[in-house]
């Protein structure tokens, strides 16, 4: 699936593996600048499944290091 953006040079056409490859935060200003964009959903799910990803991690992390002090 593939979707085009307005730019300054005119329009660009960008891939999902393009907003796979963006950073949350260019995610985040991309959504906000293309509010009625048909690829939003999408944008939106990526961060959201990224974000979880960051989160459990972080969990593992700091269950790993608790687990690492009782010993």
């Known amino acids: 699936m593939s979707m085009y953006k307005t ?3 005119g329009l660009r056409k960008i891939d999902q593996d393009t907003f ?3 950073s949350l935060k260019e ?11 048909e690829n939003l ?4 799910e ?3 499944q990224r974000l979880k ?3 459990s991690s972080s969990l593992e992390e700091k269950a790993e290091s608790a687990d690492e ?3």
């Open 41 to 44: 959903l999408f944008v939106v």
């Open 7 to 9: 730019s300054e040079e």
């Open 53 to 55: 990803k960051m989160y």
């Open 20 to 22: 796979r490859r963006m």
């Open 69 to 71: 002090n009782l010993k």
């Open 27 to 37: 995610l985040e200003s991309w959504a906000r600048s293309n509010p009625c964009n």
């Open 46 to 48: 990526e961060t959201n």
